[in-house]
């Protein structure tokens, strides 16, 4: 009675690689380095909780400082192993990040890592839970980490790799622990179960395993808490249950029959009967969540696999998947989601039992309300052509009206009215309100004779009238579309404020400047091609003519008409175009002309500045003007 009780995860803590579970990689990796003396200086474990990072590490330690090492057996009867396993070694040094984390901490281990061992072959420090060190501190390791003395070895363990800064990681050899799958728990579980005498069935060790989240001492420290249970009868899962304060597989399933079948009333009442027996809210949901999962996992898996993962016994199996032929997968997956909603409601509310039933409720109408049947059947009435009945709020706007095929054609058709209008006023003569007056009354107002049906028809759909097609003989109309053409916008601007068009036509385009300055700046640049591109793209042509000189004295100026475009022919022809007057320039006498080019030669620098200004926005200006730039083409 005075002997010191021991807890079974410290009883049965590995002293070997080989009685490390799972992490084959990691002992193949670690066994081979010893053999081929490959020791390297720092060491990075990372892994979950319970997989056996400080394990391996004191193992390790005591394979390199063993008498008989460095060898992957050692003796553990030696002086070193000895102290290593009883946790009081001289040159294995253990730190607990979390409580060490200051730099004053790492400054007093590199203080004391220029000592060399006492009585081993390396002096080993052991950082648990490396990442709970401050910045300062991992920067006072850097240099110590990257090249250590002699015969000093660094290992690092820790649950959060991604809080490690980066310099450390990459000074170190880092090796991940795995999760540790639940028929190895099982195994070493009744290995431990057999050595103890205790009397447990296997499904209360799946269930312990399921339990743990793969780290094992998790796993043997529960089964050390069932221990004290053992008695004439096995532990069973249900006594797990109650321990843990899970609710029952019957429980589960008789609560996940009443939500499936929708039945609110019967799942609040069998909600009383599990809350009343103690059963925390948080526990209740989070246990119909693991079980609505084992019915997803039954309803869309071979029923090997659903073994596997589900761990549930064949009558298990069997009834989740009675239970699942009464509910769709989606229906289970969007369960699922709201039981996910309402824990998370819980955790924050003050009345965890009125979130509780709320949830009951809701998820046992979600089954009707998102049934599969019910949605196909709303579906074909929709596409039968069946209209459900539209509810409007008093305070809501109400819907668009949906239009029928003829009131479309009939709002389609008010455009081609209004176009047409458009036209006929376009086409009328200046004195047209005059000569319309001296009309007879019968001319005034034509008698339409009525159309047929099928004219009719055929005027709904009359397509929407096009632009007229220009024949070449209005040149303002070409200049125009050469305006529209030219893709340069500063060629464009330039073009549309300084230029005047002489003559357009597929044989020869003659352009005249009105200051030499900006017919210098079309002839030098990439201006002039693009001009020749725009009348190659209106002529339908390659390598047209261009020709940009100075004005004539018989030049006349014209202005630019710039076309609409409309995607559809008119369905009645239009009428030819009207010429616009043009504005004869006065005559200029030689001598007036010379005069102006010497004027021109003297405000070069203020035109070309305002011709710089008519081409970009107030911002750019700005820009320009402060800083004395220009901009390049």
């Known amino acids: 009675m005075n002997e010191k009780y021991i ?4 009883k049965y803590r590995p002293q070997k690689l080989e009685e490390v579970v799972g992490q084959e990689h990691i002992k193949k990796a670690l066994k081979n380095a010893i053999e081929l003396n490959k020791i390297s200086h720092a060491y ?3 892994g979950p909780r319970g997989t056996g990072k400080t394990s391996t590490a004191r193992i390790f330690a005591k394979s390199l400082n063993c008498k008989e090492g460095p060898t992957i057996n050692p003796c553990g009867v030696c002086e070193n192993c000895v102290d290593i396993t009883n946790s009081t070694p001289m040159d294995v040094i253990e730190i607990d990040a979390a409580s060490n984390r200051k730099v004053e901490d790492a400054q007093n281990i590199l203080e004391k890592v220029m000592y060399a061992p006492v009585n081993s072959r390396y002096k080993i420090y052991i950082i648990d839970e490396v990442h709970m060190l401050s910045t300062t501190a991992f920067n006072a390791l850097l240099k110590t980490l990257e090249e250590p003395p002699e015969n000093v070895i660094f290992i690092l363990a820790t649950t ?8 450390i990681k990459s000074r170190c050899q880092r090796f991940d622990f795995k999760r540790i799958t639940t028929d190895d728990i099982v195994k070493h579980l009744r290995y431990i179960s057999d050595n103890e005498k205790i009397n447990i069935t296997d499904d209360a060790l799946y269930t312990i395993a399921k339990n743990s989240a793969g780290g094992m001492r998790d796993s043997i420290a529960l089964l050390d808490q069932l221990s004290v249970l053992d008695g004439e009868e096995a532990i069973t899962t249900e006594d797990i249950n109650n321990l843990l304060g899970r609710l029952s597989f019957d429980t589960l399933n008789s609560l996940a029959d009443k939500i499936v079948n929708s039945k609110p009333q019967e799942a609040i009442e069998e909600l009383e009967k599990i809350y009343n027996s103690g059963n925390e809210p948080v526990q209740i949901l989070t246990n119909l969540m693991d079980y609505l999962k084992n019915l997803l996992i039954v309803k869309n898996c071979r029923k090997e696999i659903a073994f596997e993962l589900t761990q549930a016994n064949d009558a298990q199996i069997k009834a989740l998947s009675e239970q699942s032929a009464n509910i769709e997968t989606h229906q289970t997956v969007f369960l699922i989601d709201k039981c996910s909603d309402y824990i998370k409601e819980l955790k924050l509310t003050n009345n965890p039992r009125l979130w509780l039933e709320v949830a009951i409720i809701d998820l046992a109408n979600l089954t009707e309300n998102t049934s599969l049947v ?14 459900e009945p539209v509810r409007i709020s008093a305070y809501k706007t109400a819907p668009t009206p949906v239009l029928k095929p003829e009131m ?15 036209d006929d006023d376009k086409t009328k003569a200046p004195n047209a309100n005059n000569s319309q007056a001296s009309m007879p009354q019968s001319e005034k107002n034509p008698v339409v004779p009525p159309k047929k049906e ?15 097609h220009s024949d070449g003989a209005d040149i303002s109309v070409l200049w125009g579309k050469l ?10 601007a330039l073009l549309k404020q300084w230029a005047n068009p002489v003559k357009i036509a597929p044989d020869e385009t003659i352009l005249t400047m009105k200051n030499e300055i900006f017919l210098n700046q079309v002839q030098a640049g990439s201006k002039k091609q693009a001009i020749v591109d725009a009348v190659d793209l209106i002529f339908n042509q390659k390598n047209s003519n261009v020709v940009v000189r100075l004005p004539h004295p018989s030049d006349v100026e014209v202005k630019a008409v710039l076309t609409p475009q409309a995607p559809v ?19 200029v006498e030689p001598q007036e002309v010379e005069q102006l080019k010497d004027e021109a030669q003297q405000i070069k620098p203020k035109e070309e500045a305002k011709f710089e200004s008519t081409m970009h926005s107030d911002n750019v200006n700005m820009v320009l003007e402060v800083f004395e730039g220009k901009v390049i083409d």
């Open 7 to 10: 807890p079974l995860y410290r």
């Open 44 to 46: 990075l474990f990372t």
């Open 160 to 167: 959060e790799v991604h809080k490690v800064l980066d310099t």
């Open 374 to 387: 019910e949605l196909q059947n709303r579906i074909a009435r929709l596409e039968g052509g069946a209209v």
């Open 408 to 422: 479309q054609r009939t709002e389609h058709a008010k455009p081609d009215i209004l176009y047409q209008k458009i």
């Open 454 to 468: 099928n004219e009719a028809k055929s005027d709904d759909f009359s397509p929407m009238p096009k632009s007229k």
């Open 483 to 492: 305006l529209e053409s030219v893709h340069s916008a500063p060629t464009r």
């Open 569 to 587: 022919d008119a369905p009645k022809p239009k009428p030819s175009p009207v010429m616009k007057p043009v504005q004869m320039e006065p005559e």
